[in-house]
């Protein structure tokens, strides 16, 4: 019986362990790789508010790709895109991209600079990548700002991936910015959480 009793539990334990969810630990930035993602979040962050991002540089359109694509190139880090059609949005090439370089993930936190991809944040794009945006950081309770170009300026998206469907916590605190237009009432389906979908390291990607 005693017997009976030990193999139970080892068997729950085992069960038990190989049931956990996986995790792995974000690997901080540091020294010179630091220095220079923080120096690219700095840039983004001084356009906030901007319009029409030829105050950046004529070269970028006014959209959410484009701002993407400015920041990283007037640092000095040129975005080469593969995968890039008609009919595609560039912030799906620009995903396929890193994916193929196996720079796509979502396995562990984001670190500054990386860019953030969402998927049908416009009416009629089903299961279609649509929006990107760059990490600006990381808060204490899983909250992240993203730096984007949305709704006609650059602003902050807040986005909690632990509470993806709620838009404030129990403080009243908005932790998922709504990103898709619902029209007069927006849905939990239309908030940032809800519509993530990877994080992409651009910054390797690009590295000179």
Known sequence: MKHWRYWSIL??????????????????????EARARQALVDYAKSQLGVKRL?????????????YVNGVYALMGRKIKYKYVRQGRPLS????????????????????????????????????????????????????IIVLHYGSGRVSRLKMNLRHPYDHKNDRGEIINDYLRKGGERQSREDLAGALYFKYGDLFRYTDP
Not at 55 to 64: A, I, L, P, Q, V
Not at 96 to 121: G, I
């Open 11 to 32: 068997a729950a334990a085992v069960l038990a362990v190989s049931c956990s969810p996986a995790y792995v630990e974000r690997k901080e930035p540091v020294g010179d």
């Open 54 to 66: 030829s105050e950046m540089d004529g070269r970028f359109k006014n959209d959410c790709s484009g």
């Open 92 to 143: 799906e090439s620009l995903y396929l991209t890193l994916n193929d370089k196996n720079l796509a993930y979502s396995d562990m936190p984001p670190r500054p600079a990386d860019a953030v991809f969402f998927k049908n944040t416009l009416e009629n794009s089903y299961d279609k990548i649509t929006h990107v945006g760059l990490v600006e950081e990381v808060q204490d309770d899983g909250t």
